[in-house]
């Protein structure tokens, strides 16, 4: 991988991006996009607590970053027709508080039924939506103004809550230079630095999204341009004023929620025991790739349960020897375990 | 996070192999000891006899006590064997002629030891000399109440104590502790149970060296040194003697050397010395082959702790502001962890007189009794309650537990059996005292219940489904939320009588998490119940 970049954790002095750094990085830039079908789960234990799980995410980010169908604009009518269907057929009848595991509506978070529009004005879905049609209507405030977007200027229109589909102008734009230096030679399309992405995603601690971001928090960037934080880098919504677009889904281990309104993933990268096993656990994450990130100083029965967890797959998966032969060498200190799922 | 990743990463790559210098320690009198100790628990364990049972749980406590932590021959643990076979005369027609054999060779081992010192107390001396010469940063692993036995071996003048910061007593001590070079260890290397480690320190070694002082016969678990990444071994293939020298990380594993150095007596050559059989291994069989389950200990105050197996749903208090929800049902393990309060409500029907309205209303009547005949005749009450059966192996400390007043938890004997001694002996409280609507039991069974109540095991009739008082339970707790704030800022402990109109009546106790530790194996009903932490002690793995 060869970065350029130089790295600084915890505050310490700058040095050059340490092996360990570079091999995660390099495991979540090098696992492969799901064109062969085949799901994988892989799990990667560390010799201490660290912000692994960030770092093979932000590998797969920079991945994605030169993948021209890695953006929301393909689906996003569709998108916003599922989640006015959720609204109208769902949310807007029901009188509990949003609790979709108790009530099994079969939602994974609420449809509130608000959208924006240009990234500022606040709509409603209107009940004239015709969902048999295909055709959206949303309604402004009391002044009953009602717009109906065709497929074409869906773009437009952004579910309220979830980051901008595609930004107008080049103001908000990703850094390419830092993702350009931390994968050395990484293809990247320019336009993917405008576009979010919600088919990549981070399932954070459980202890919260908070404690999540601050491990990641530790870990920064120097490059010839200037620093670069590894939350801003991740650019999962909220994490850095600077990010107008958003590349990671993130998935809240301890509410169970999605930032967005989103489909399943193809890849989640899990942080901790307690969050690798509801990513294994939760139907929306039954179809995508899953690599967890645990580290083994832990009690017997925690590492008990993540190991007896994903060994208990081996009766329909096989270890992947081939991504493992693709990877460089493993630092000292981190063991990697890789399944592939037989073809079926 | 507290060590930056980088530094450990640093640290392993700077290391190709680190060494475990197993110092395996024989001494012939001590392994008379063991022997007969062994035989007697495990002949005892296939009683049906309840003091057997018992016996020979608190002698399995004693043995791996004594395999784990270097304690001092001199002290408690001679009192201690001695003591128990002093009131145990009767053993012989009691449980038969073989065990009696047994008490008098352990007897004569345990007089054999009393001028001896611990050579695996002199081995630990002699390292820390060592490392302390060569100027070299070490650190004591051990559990938290073996503490002491290390550091009064360095208590005598001209010795330099051990500080606070050379002892870890958890992983998470061992997760947030800088590098060092050398880690000292007593007893085999187990993941669970009693001389307890993480894992970690094969996996995910902070140090250079494991120096290892162990017990002749005493193996290292098999399969220590877990890691959930690598692929499962098949664990009966090893013989268990020494630590898995290669554990296998990633394609560039940590290796580690193993230096084995004997000392003591050979035991091929003592007249009448046999190799000593593992003893923590051969104890654990025997709970697998019992109808025990899995627990968690959550140690409290007072040396009391309950215990909880996997996947309890534990209603607990969490006083972080930052909580999302401080009342709430949490799992070991999971979200149930040190610093938050467990909740025990105390619910039910049953009328115990005044207790409703006092709690502890009749263990101040036989408490003030018992505190006063200690005051003025310890050893004759001692006598007079160990004629009439009750031979705990400690009972002059036990006396003095039962004394304290009435808390959140009643100290009292665990069983009713004792108490009822207890209660014949000190001469208090006559069933003409019951109230009479309450006729049906004697004021020992009332005050029995008091406790068994103060204990968590609390009769809650009068409920048809127990999904009901949960439920119920937590809707009152957060309406209280407030004042168990309030009540949390000021106790670690505390009662909370529930209001009326709520639905249920009685009370919530809450107890605050000091500790959490796994590796116990105990019967139904000793899960979910406050226990001493001596008594936990039967119930380690």
Redesign the interface.
Same mark, same amino acid.
């Given at each position: 991988m060869q970065t350029t970049m130089l790295?600084s954790?915890?505050d310490?002095e700058w040095?050059p991006v &340490?092996?360990?750094?570079e091999f995660l990085i390099r495991l979540g830039y090098d696992w492969p996009d799901g064109v062969s079908g085949q799901r994988r789960i892989a799990?990667?234990?560390?010799?201490?607590?660290?912000?692994?799980a960030s770092l093979i995410a932000l590998g797969a980010l920079i991945r994605d970053l030169g993948n021209p169908n890695a953006n929301d604009i393909d689906g996003h009518y569709d998108s916003l027709l599922r989640y006015a269907r959720q609204y109208l057929q769902s949310c807007s009848l029901c009188d509990m508080p949003c609790d979709p595991g108790s009530k099994n509506c079969g939602y994974a978070a609420q449809a509130t039924g608000w959208v924006r529009y240009q990234h500022t004005t606040r709509y409603r879905v209107s009940e004239r939506t015709s969902l048999r049609n295909r055709h959206l209507a949303f309604v402004r405030g009391k002044s009953n103004l009602t717009r109906y977007p065709l497929p074409e200027g869906a773009i437009d229109w952004q579910i309220a809550g979830d980051p901008p589909v595609r930004l107008t102008n080049q103001d908000g734009a990703l850094p390419e230079e830092a993702y350009g230096q931390i994968v050395d030679r990484a293809p990247i399309l320019h336009g993917n630095l405008l576009k979010s992405f919600s088919g990549l995603c981070l399932a954070g601690r459980?202890a919260g999204k908070t404690a999540t971001r601050e491990?990641c928090g530790?870990v920064r960037f120097r490059g010839a341009n200037g620093e670069y934080a590894l939350p801003e880098l991740l650019t999962v919504q909220e994490w850095a004023q600077s990010n107008a677009v958003s590349r990671m889904n993130y998935f809240n281990a301890?509410?169970e929620q999605f930032d967005r309104q989103a489909s399943a993933p193809a890849l989640v990268v899990a942080d901790g025991d307690?969050s690798i096993l509801k990513t294994l656990r939760l139907s929306a994450f039954q179809r995508s790739d899953v690599i967890g990130a645990?580290?083994?100083?832990?009690?017997?029965?925690?590492?008990?349960?993540?190991?007896n967890r994903?060994?208990g797959l081996r009766q329909w998966y096989a270890?992947d020897y081939g991504m493992l032969g693709r990877l460089p060498?493993?630092? !000292?200190?981190?063991?990697?375990?890789i399944l592939v799922r037989g073809a079926s | 996070?507290?060590?930056?990743?980088?530094r450990?990463?640093?640290f392993?790559?700077r290391?190709e192999a680190g060494t475990v210098e197993r110092h395996e320690i024989s001494l012939a009198a001590f392994g008379a000891l063991r022997r007969s100790l062994r035989q007697i628990v495990l002949r005892l364990r296939d009683s049906d006899d309840q003091d057997a049972l018992s016996l020979s749980g608190q002698l399995r406590a004693l043995l791996s006590e004594w395999l784990t932590i270097p304690v001092a021959f001199e002290c408690s643990m001679l009192d201690a064997v001695s003591g128990f076979f002093r009131r145990s005369e009767a053993g012989g027609t009691r449980w038969g002629s073989d065990i009696q054999a047994l008490y008098d060779e352990a007897i004569r081992a345990t007089e054999n030891l009393r001028s001896v010192e611990n050579p695996v107390r002199d081995e630990i001396r002699l390292v820390i000399w060592e490392l302390r010469a060569q100027a070299q940063t070490f650190k004591v692993y051990c559990h938290r109440r073996a503490r002491p036995h290390f550091e009064t071996i360095f208590i005598v003048p001209g010795e330099l104590p051990l500080s606070e910061d050379t002892f870890l007593h958890s992983?998470q001590d061992?997760?947030n502790t800088e590098p060092f070079d050398t880690l000292i260890k007593v007893g085999p290397l187990r993941?669970?149970g009693w001389g307890s480690a993480?894992?970690?320190l094969l996996?995910?070694?902070r140090f250079r060296t494991l120096v290892q002082v162990v017990w002749s016969g005493c193996s290292d678990e098999p399969g220590f040194g877990?890691?959930?990444?690598?692929? &499962?071994t098949d664990n009966t293939a090893t013989d268990g003697a020494t630590p898995p020298v290669a554990v296998?990380?990633?394609? !560039?594993?940590?290796q580690w050397k193993t230096l084995v150095t004997r000392s003591g007596e050979d035991p091929g050559a003592a007249a009448g010395y046999t190799p000593e059989e593992d003893e923590l291994r051969a104890f654990r069989e025997m709970d697998q082959s019992r109808d025990e389950r899995r627990a968690?200990l959550f140690e409290i105050a007072g040396k009391h702790g309950i215990l909880y197996p996997?996947h309890s749903e534990v209603l607990s208090f969490d006083p972080a502001s930052s909580a999302?929800e401080p009342i709430d049902y949490r799992r070991p393990?999971?979200?149930l962890h040190e610093g938050l309060y467990i909740i025990l409500p105390r619910l039910g029907e049953v009328d115990l007189g005044g207790v409703r309205a006092e709690h502890g209303h009749y263990s101040r009547i036989w408490k003030a009794r018992l505190e006063q005949q200690w005051r003025t005749d310890a050893s004759g009450l001692i006598k007079r309650l160990q004629a009439a059966g009750l031979n705990l192996v400690y009972l002059g400390a036990a006396i003095k537990h039962w004394c304290e007043p009435p808390s959140t938890v009643i100290h009292a004997p665990q069983t009713m059996k004792h108490f009822e001694i207890l209660v014949r002996v000190l001469g208090v409280g006559s069933d003409a005292e019951v109230p009479q609507h309450l006729r049906w039991g004697s004021w020992s069974q009332f005050a029995w219940v008091e406790i068994a109540r103060s204990r968590g095991e609390a009769i809650q009739t009068g409920f048809e489904e127990q999904g009901i008082v949960d439920e119920q339970s937590l809707l009152s707790l957060r309406r209280l939320i407030a004042i168990i704030r309030a009540e949390a800022l000021a106790k670690a402990d505390f009662l909370l009588p529930i209001p009326d109109g709520n639905g249920i009546r009685g009370e919530f106790a809450f107890f605050k998490v000091y500790r959490v530790e796994?590796g116990f194996r105990a019967p139904e009903a000793e899960l979910k119940v406050v226990r001493e932490l001596s008594v936990i002690d039967k119930w380690r793995d």
């Open positions: 790295f954790e915890a310490q040095r &340490p092996h360990w750094v799990l990667v234990s560390m010799p201490c607590d660290s912000a692994a459980v491990v530790s301890r509410t307690a645990v580290h083994r100083t832990m009690e017997r029965g925690q590492l008990e349960a993540i190991g994903v060994h270890e060498a493993a630092p !000292r200190g981190i063991s990697v375990l | 996070m507290a060590i930056a990743a980088s450990i990463f640093d392993l790559e290391q992983v061992y997760r993941a669970r993480p894992d970690a996996t995910a070694p877990y890691d959930p990444a690598l692929p &499962p296998s990380i990633g394609r !560039r594993p940590v968690t996997p999302c393990g999971e979200s796994e």
